[in-house]
């Protein structure tokens, strides 16, 4: 199972595994990852799992789509390496996958 590594605005990691298919989102909110409010159930319609995806995986991952680059642009703290991870799916290619929480959801 990929692993997914969530790190906190104070450091703190929370490494998880997850199954493929699995969202980085639900991931998070299934295993009490704090920082990860996921309000919409994973429909990109909130902006609240809002994550800095670490640098060496941005080219990994599917493009942003035209509804995740709205809802990141109201954003607080969006940054070129923002992402929703309710549009992230875990595979076998994201083993090792680091994602880092903004200090805030809202």
């Known amino acids: 199972m990929p692993r997914i ?3 906190e605005r104070n450091g703190t990691k929370h490494e998880i595994e997850l199954d493929d298919g699995t969202s980085v989102m639900r991931g998070a909110v299934d295993n009490d990852v704090p920082g990860i409010d ?3 159930g994973g429909e990109c319609a909130c902006g609240t799992c809002h994550v800095y995806v670490d640098a060496a995986w941005l080219d990994k991952l599917e493009p942003v789509s035209e509804a995740e680059a709205s809802m990141l642009s109201f954003a607080d703290a969006a940054q ?3 992402r929703l991870c309710c549009q992230i799916k875990v595979s076998a290619s994201l083993d090792g996958l680091i994602v880092g929480l903004p200090e ?3």
């Open 5 to 7: 590594t969530y790190v």
């Open 38 to 40: 996921g309000d919409c």
């Open 80 to 82: 070129s390496n923002s």
């Open 104 to 106: 805030g959801q809202h």
